[in-house]
């Protein structure tokens, strides 16, 4: 089995794709190992509780440092030796440490170089109404580093912004793309011939 650790803020419906593509077999042969929220009432807990996946919180201390953090983290996520871990709405942004210890990968809702940070699918609505913009798009890339939103990109999708578009069906439209290419991503990876294999 090819093990998931992913990682989430908030809502998880990109967790909760990415588990029903493991259950269905679009994902063949991987399985979401553990999630983990620095959110403790965040619901994608309750998706993954939902579907019996192990859970962890690990929230921030008062005063904590950013290595003393990230520390931690990698310690509960190691536990689940994961092959891959997914950050799917993960609100923090990780030291080198975290991202070094793992092959990790981030979904972002923007195309590369465009919209880093928090709110990109609300600011690329106003680059449209504003005439700035007439697309955008989604990204998956690898985390090598501290930076954000910003790595070897893995997969992009266009998605445009149509004149009948409100933010809603704008939205809605980048979210169903959103799941779409990160469940892909994720086959991808977890069926690619360098994944190493236990001997038969
Ligand atoms: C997604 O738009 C993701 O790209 C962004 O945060 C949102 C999380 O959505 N980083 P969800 O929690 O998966 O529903």
Known sequence: MYRLAVLVSGNGSN???????????????????????????AYGLDRARAACIATAVVERRPGEARPAYDTR??????????????????????????????????LHPALPGELPGTRSIER?????????RTASGVMVHRVPDEAVDDGPVLATA???????DTFESFAERMHRTEHRLLVD?????????????APA
């Open 73 to 106: 983290l990698r310690d509960v996520v190691a536990r689940a030796a994961p092959d891959l871990v997914v950050l799917a709405g993960w609100m923090r942004i990780l030291t080198a440490e975290f991202v070094s210890a793992f092959d990790v990968i981030n």
């Open 124 to 132: 690329a609505w106003h680059e449209a109404l504003a005439g700035e």
């Open 15 to 41: 967790l909760q794709a990415v588990i029903d593509a493991c259950r269905d077999g679009t994902i063949p042969a991987t399985e979401v190992a553990l999630v983990v929220s620095n959110v403790p009432d």
């Open 185 to 197: 991503t994720i086959r991808d990876l977890a069926t690619t011939p360098s994944r190493t294999e």
């Open 158 to 164: 266009r998605v445009p912004i149509e004149l009948d």
